[in-house]
């Protein structure tokens, strides 16, 4: 696609649920990232993928967080058991190199409301 | 340890005055250095980039950034800020040929009449 694409735009929860968060990339990336959006905390790293090697799951908060990508391409971020402290904006993007030369393109991101 | 800072998380100018928004960085390699802006609702949208080229690096919307390596910093400036500037700035580093990105806190710009 032109650009990378999240889905849902918007999604309120209760307390508890379990939530699944969607990201195409760009066509051809091979770098995929998920970073976090919280009012006054800026973005936060929360995982990373890279090819075929293993993800960088360093920042993922708890073991309530988890992430997958299938087939190189799409992911899918995973939040079981939803808290209020949940609620943010979920950003992915994804870039063309290995190297940190290259920029991240990023999605509109995914505004989750636990309530 | 590596990190990246934004001295300002707020800045105010005035339409038509120079904007400075400023970011340092910490770090045993040499980093490639990102400026996003994210206007009000909007996703993240690339402003600039150096990546050992040029040190003045020239990006959209008459913004650009200077690396200085001595100094660790790579500051964005504007010479005449424009009501559409209004934003929130995040200066970006990556650290390591992964390209894992780490932001800066952000810097949140005002522009008055």
């Known amino acids: 696609g032109a650009g990378v694409s999240q889905s849902p735009s918007n999604k309120v929860t209760e307390k508890g649920k379990d939530v699944e968060l969607r990201c195409d990339p760009i066509?051809?990336?091979?770098?995929l990232y998920w970073y976090r959006q919280s009012l006054g905390q800026g973005l936060e790293f929360l995982i990373y993928?890279?090819?075929?090697?293993?993800?960088?799951k360093s920042g993922l908060p708890s073991d309530r967080f988890s992430a997958e990508r299938t087939g190189g391409s799409v992911s899918t971020l995973t939040i079981q058991r939803t808290q209020q402290e949940d609620s943010a904006v979920y950003l992915c993007a994804s870039s063309f190199s290995t190297g940190g030369e290259t920029e991240a393109f990023f999605g509109q991101g995914t505004r989750l409301t636990v309530v | 340890a590596q990190s990246v800072t934004q001295l300002d998380s707020h800045v105010s100018v005035s339409e038509g005055t120079p904007v400075l928004l400023r970011c340092n960085y910490s770090?045993?390699?040499?980093?490639?250095l990102f400026w996003y802006v994210q206007h009000p609702n909007k996703g993240l949208q690339l402003l600039l980039k150096?990546?050992?080229?040029?040190?003045l690096v020239k990006g959209i919307n008459g913004f650009e950034a200077e690396f200085k390596k001595s100094e660790t910093s790579f500051h964005l400036t504007k010479p005449s800020a424009h009501m559409s500037d209004a934003a929130e700035y995040f200066c970006?580093?990556?650290?390591?040929?992964?390209?894992?990105?780490?932001f800066g806190a952000g810097t949140q710009v005002v522009v008055t009449p």
């Open positions: 993928f890279q090819g075929n090697s293993a993800p960088d």
């Open positions: 770090s045993s390699y040499s980093p490639s």
């Open positions: 150096y990546t050992s080229a040029a040190t």
């Open positions: 066509s051809g990336h091979t770098a």
């Open positions: 970006v580093v990556s650290f390591d040929s992964w390209g894992k990105f780490q």
